[in-house]
């Protein structure tokens, strides 16, 4: 059995964005493991822990996108494989780079994040299920094998669903299928000498970002004291009919 | 051939499937193009209503929706030839179009709040970095587009009567579903609500929930939840609001006993008003509020539900 976690890395999201040029400056961010490409990496360990086989992490992006290939193997995933690209790449151009990798791995099934804490895409899980030929089941909050196939319940618009899906198959994770664990400090001794292969990516992107901008609404921040609940109230109730004409 | 994907919920079709037919007659008026429409139904769908809008309309009854057929169902009508294609966002579309802009090799613009054609190649504005930043983005055809519903004036129906053609899909049975979890619906929806009263954690137990339930009813708001509040099982999951949830951008949001981690920001952060209760002065919440009452939400929330009654009388 393999199970491999598609992770990239990604600012986190108490970071102070910067713009220089046009365009966001990650350069004074601090860069984590995007935590939804967390919850893939949790679930191939469980699996691995639980069926046997092998746990592979492959990551997409930039030379730095090391660091968060080195915090999942630190966790406890066996090797990883970096495909190495400068830059956005829309999703349907980051899935034609991993296929050939995820198809020459053959695994038993693959996870990778529900949205993408950086260009907020959901439809990674997609485009590499196309790339592959298998089935993708998206937001998934538990997963079970069933030798041949996976028994899955996942979020719908409305509602929820169990279903069974014949693998291999691509699950997109969210919160609820599982608790990431931190790495240990013998893991991140360990993680040190585990093996990650470089793949270079030649590819361009089909969309191009022209700008960015950063619109965060200046906000009032009127703030009363609620020492006598029904004053504040009632002042409350007071500015958002008069002042912001909302009620 | 610029196909709209028209979303419904078996009797009529949805608000966002109406601002995805604006979109598409606009890149269709700038490409020279006709609009086309893809219907694709679990049972009934509003074919009347629909065929009013398109030239075209494509059906397909599909059965339960998995991923791959909705995704096939859309590929098939696509084969008359498509440059576009433009539908509702939602966290279903945005996955079966990823398998869509794949086969296509189209460029893929999730999410849009607008977009436009020019020179042969779509631009169009999204949110990114958890609705941080606003990007402007461009790709060439074929493209792939989703709208970000309130984003977008409703279409209008043509006065016209479309011509149906009902399409004949190879079986895709790679996922069976099981067992469908429906999660009950009152009041105004999450998503498309001008109001949104929203409970966290600090609210302390789920029966607090009924003041909440209370406040959003006065005020003819949606109810919303923080992710703490849904873990414990206090709310369902419909009901949260954030980055693994809803997103959400209402005229007001008031957000009782939370506390404002990112990832609650990130549903919410563009809403044009946010007030906040908690009697935390330092919590994060009210650093993006509009207006705050540092306070007991036990003793707040009756108050301000007994001040709204007071203003309405």
Redesign the interface.
């Known amino acids: 059995m393999k199970f491999i976690a598609v992770i990239r890395q990604v600012?986190d999201?108490?970071s102070r964005?910067r713009i220089q040029g046009d365009r966001?400056d990650l350069s004074g961010a601090t860069l984590i493991l995007d935590q939804?490409d967390e919850y893939g990496v949790e679930e191939a360990l469980r699996l691995k822990e639980k069926h046997g086989g092998e746990a592979v992490v492959v990551g997409f992006g930039p030379e730095r996108t090391e660091e968060a290939i080195r915090t999942a193997l630190a966790m406890g995933m066996d090797r990883g494989i970096h495909v190495v690209y400068e830059g956005y790449a829309?999703?349907?151009t980051v899935?034609?780079a991993l296929a050939p990798i995820l198809k020459e791995e053959s695994p038993t099934l693959i996870l990778t994040g529900?949205?993408q804490?950086?260009?907020?895409?959901?439809?990674?899980?997609?485009?590499?299920?196309?790339?592959l030929g298998?089935?993708?089941?998206?937001?998934t909050t538990a997963l079970e094998l069933e030798g041949e196939t996976a028994?899955a319940?996942h979020?719908?618009?409305?509602?929820?669903?169990?279903?069974?899906?014949?693998l291999p198959?691509v699950f997109?994770t969210?919160?609820?299928l599982n608790e990431p664990r931190y790495p240990t400090l013998p893991g991140i001794m360990k993680a040190k000498k585990k093996e990650i292969k470089k793949v270079p990516f030649g590819g361009g992107s089909?969309?191009?970002?022209?700008?960015?901008?950063?619109?965060?609404?200046t906000?009032?921040?009127?703030?009363?004291?609620?020492?006598d609940?029904?004053a504040?109230?009632?002042e409350?109730?007071r500015?958002?009919?008069e002042e912001?004409k909302?009620? | 051939m610029i196909l709209v994907v028209l979303d419904h919920d078996g009797s009529r079709l949805r608000k966002a499937s109406l601002e995805a037919l604006t979109r598409a007659r606009r890149l269709a008026e700038a490409l020279g193009e006709r609009v086309a429409g893809v219907l694709l139904a679990e049972g009934q769908a509003p074919v009347e209503e629909a065929r009013g809008h398109v030239e075209t309309l494509y059906v397909a009854e599909l059965g339960p929706y998995t991923a791959e057929k909705w995704a096939a169902g859309i590929l098939e009508a696509a084969k008359a030839g498509v440059k576009a294609i433009v539908a509702p966002s939602s966290r279903q579309s945005r996955t079966y179009l990823g398998r869509v802009a794949y086969a296509l090799k189209a460029g893929l613009l999730e999410d849009t709040l607008d977009s436009w054609a020019e020179g042969g190649q779509v631009y169009a504005t999204r949110y990114a970095y958890l609705n941080r930043v606003t990007q402007k983005v461009r790709s060439a055809l074929p493209v792939v587009l989703t709208v970000k519903p309130n984003t977008t004036p409703l279409a209008e129906p043509l006065g016209a009567q479309g011509e149906v053609v009902a399409l004949s899909l190879p079986p895709v049975a790679t996922v069976e579903v099981l067992e469908r979890v429906q999660e009950e619906k009152k009041g105004v929806s999450l998503t498309e609500a001008d109001v949104v009263v929203t409970g966290g954690r600090g609210l302390g137990s789920p029966e607090a929930f009924q003041k909440v339930e209370e406040l959003a009813a006065l005020l003819g708001g949606a109810v919303g939840a923080t992710r703490a509040v849904v873990d414990a099982g206090w709310r369902p999951y419909s009901e949260q609001v954030g980055q693994t949830g809803k997103t959400v951008q209402p005229s007001l949001y008031i957000a009782l006993g939370v506390s404002g981690a990112v990832q609650h920001l990130a549903g919410m952060n563009k809403s044009k008003y946010i007030v906040a209760v908690n009697k935390d002065p330092e919590a994060p919440i009210f650093k993006h509020a509009d207006y705050g009452i540092v306070g007991d939400v036990h003793q707040v929330l009756p108050a301000l539900i007994h001040a709204v009654k007071k203003l309405k009388d």
Not at chain 1, 117 to 129: E, V
Not at chain 1, 134 to 139: I, S
Not at chain 1, 155 to 166: F, K, S
Request: aromatic share 4%.
């Open positions: 600012p999201g108490e964005l966001v939804m829309d999703p349907v899935a034609e529900g949205q804490a950086d260009w907020d895409s959901q439809a990674l899980g997609g485009a590499l299920a196309e790339a298998v089935p993708v089941v998206a937001w028994k319940k979020d719908l618009d409305e509602g929820a669903e169990w279903v069974r899906v014949r198959a997109t969210q919160q609820g089909r969309v191009e970002i022209l700008q960015e901008s950063i619109q965060e609404k906000r009032l921040q009127k703030v009363l004291d609620g020492k609940p029904v504040a109230a009632e409350l109730v500015l958002l009919h912001a909302v009620i």
